[in-house]
């Protein structure tokens, strides 16, 4: 029992706050004026996690966010140290996951003074949050966090920043008495759908030909996949998952049409929207990638998202498992009002296109060196436990994993998101390992990369090794940002006046990325044949120490030929 006559500072009232606020891990790089709440973080429980880049550390919290539904903080120096954490702080805003940035800034009263370090830093993070304050009164500390807290769970989840003078981290005490505590902030409220909607749903559902279902992001987030499970499996209807959507329901699921993504989208009539924005991933919900009088039912927590992008036929605000819920009800209470048969011509022809389409993939299976993608993923996925988290960024190494790297559980999958982040990997692998740690004892983390998203937060392989993760990295390496050069050409490049004559896109060729694993007491392989990649792969995720895996391939490996091109906005 804490005597409340005991005079505490700052620091330690920051660090009990977040521990009574379920905080349980703080991601960062310590110096003046934060090292205290480093270390009374430790004191009062909470996992410690020093990293090498703001950035880096606030990619890792944000996966916490997500993997467990509460916040982890990231613990940023002020100036710079707030600055790095700015573009961590916009990819959990774009994701929609909750996260708070602490950071150390300027005693009071010295404000405007030129002094070190100093930044207009809550004006900077107001940009990137939901909520920003600079905490100024001691006693009022849980407040502030409490606040923190809950907004960024609250709502559409996002992130939260706050700023914390050097005189009130440390130098003042204050009696414990006179602090003002606040109840840790419970998991937020569960929202019904508006029951009216939902019979318009059903309505609408049982009018449908081509009915679709998008499972998205959010969804996850919600942990909707029970009643997910029974909406698709009782009325058998086709669902997509987008990239982070993956898994929710098993990539195996019969009626996973994953593989028929482009007719799929453009030929439903119907689509159930649960958890996905219609943005650049679902090509803004616009022809000729939907229909034109495609019916779109969209539910999403944020009421600002309903009709975003296209009006929606029916739009529920509300918590996506609940509304789930309410549906299945609702469809259950009608028995034979929408019964959707496997024999229909949409799930003929959505048959057809994925048998086809697993032919032209299966086809790029060439067992030859140097690999192509499709070779190298076939041989990590027959790898790979079906339960492991897979973390894949990258361009091609990106978009021909969420096809080819099957998840089987929800959140099982995080990469670069809405905001289509390079550099994220590596962070958050390390998030993912401690959640296993602590949460899943013996799951494993397999972040795969490409050779250019590694090297953003390349640094951090030293933090994985200092605190044992096991986590299996294999960077997918064609030399350079979707092409590279060979070793030979490169070095004629570098003959001339390098910085004219080595392309834009070309990196190191053959670089040993491995070495990074090895210089900090991890595993480094290099590898170019096929017929060592199993193997590796094998070893690599049975051991216990942080590994990384430099999986060269063909410099100008790349996709098989898509119907629309990704990103081509003409073609929209
Ligand atoms: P994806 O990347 O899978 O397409 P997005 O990030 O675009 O997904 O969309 C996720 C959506 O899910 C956001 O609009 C967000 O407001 C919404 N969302 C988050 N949590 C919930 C929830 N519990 N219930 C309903 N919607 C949610």
């Known amino acids: 029992m804490a005597n409340a006559d005991e005079e505490i500072e700052g620091a330690t009232i920051i660090a009990e706050s ?71 702080l916009q990819n959990a805003q774009e994701n929609c996951w909750p996260t708070i940035v602490i950071g150390g800034s300027s005693d009071e009263g010295l404000e405007s003074n030129g002094g070190f370090q100093e930044f207009p830093q809550v004006e900077s993070a107001r940009l990137y949050t939901k909520y920003t304050a600079r905490a100024m009164s001691m006693s009022r500390i849980p407040f502030y966090i409490e606040k923190a807290v809950r907004t960024s769970m609250y709502g559409r989840p996002g992130a939260c920043y706050l700023d914390f ?24 409220p569960r929202t019904f759908g508006d029951p009216d909607d939902i019979k318009s749903a059903v309505e609408l559902l049982t009018h449908a030909k081509n009915p679709l279902v998008i499972i998205g992001k959010g969804a996850a987030y919600s942990c909707a996949e029970d009643n997910l499970r029974t909406l698709i499996d009782l009325h058998k209807i086709p669902f997509l998952p987008t990239p982070m959507g993956k898994g929710v329901l098993p990539d195996d699921h019969p009626y996973c049409v994953a593989p028929a993504r482009s007719l799929a989208l453009q030929q439903a009539d119907v689509i159930f929207l649960f958890g996905a924005r219609l943005n650049w991933i679902l090509h803004f919900g616009a022809p000729p990638r939907f229909r034109h009088d495609v019916k779109i039912i969209q539910v999403d927590i944020s009421a600002e998202e309903l009709h975003s992008s296209r009006s929606s036929a029916v739009a529920i605000h509300g ?42 993939t299966q086809s790029q299976i060439i067992d030859e060196k140097p690999m192509n993608y499709y070779t190298a993923f076939y041989k ?17 190494t990106m978009d021909i994993g969420r096809t080819e790297l099957p998840n089987i559980l929800p959140r099982h999958r995080l990469d670069a998101g809405t905001f289509g982040t390079m550099g994220v ?28 998203a590694f090297g953003f937060s390349a640094m951090e392989i030293e933090t994985a090794c200092r605190y044992k993760l096991p986590i299996t990295f294999i960077i997918i390496n064609n030399n350079g940002i979707s092409f590279g050069t060979d070793q030979e050409s490169f070095a004629d490049l570098q003959e001339d006046d390098p ?74």
């Open 499 to 572: 910085c004219i004559s080595i392309p834009p896109f070309a990196l190191t060729p053959n670089a040993h990325y491995e070495k990074l694993a090895e210089a900090f007491g991890g595993k480094g392989y290099f590898l170019e044949d096929p017929s060592e990649l199993q193997a590796t792969v094998r070893k690599c995720i049975q051991g216990n120490d942080t590994s990384i895996i430099n999986c060269m391939i063909n410099t100008f490996a790349a996709r098989k030929p898509q119907s629309f091109e990704w990103l081509t906005r003409s073609k929209i």
């Open 425 to 452: 990997g590596v962070g958050f692998a390390i998030a993912a390992a401690l959640w296993c740690r602590d949460y899943a004892p013996g799951k494993k983390v397999v972040c795969i990369q490409g050779d250019s």
């Open 380 to 396: 990590i996925n027959a790898e790979l436990p079906k339960d492991c988290i897979i973390v894949n960024e990258g361009s091609n």
């Open 319 to 360: 918590d996506i498992d609940t509304v789930v819920s309410q549906l299945n009800k609702e469809l259950i209470s009608q028995p034979g009002k929408f019964e959707f048969s496997i024999n229909s011509q949409w799930w003929k022809d959505l048959r057809l296109k994925i048998d086809n389409n697993r032919k032209v």
């Open 18 to 88: 977040l521990r009574d606020q379920g905080v349980q891990y703080m991601f960062g790089i310590v110096g003046v004026p934060v090292i205290e709440i480093g270390i009374a973080a430790q004191a009062a429980g909470i996992n410690y996690i020093g990293c090498r880049n703001e950035q880096a550390a606030c990619y890792a919290a944000q996966a916490i966010g997500y993997l467990t539904g509460r916040p982890a903080v990231t613990l940023v120096v002020s100036g710079p140290g707030l600055l790095h954490a700015l573009g961590g």
């Open 165 to 188: 003078p050097g005189n009130i981290i440390a130098g003042k005490k204050i009696p414990r008495s006179s602090i003002i505590t606040r109840p840790k902030v419970p998991f937020p």
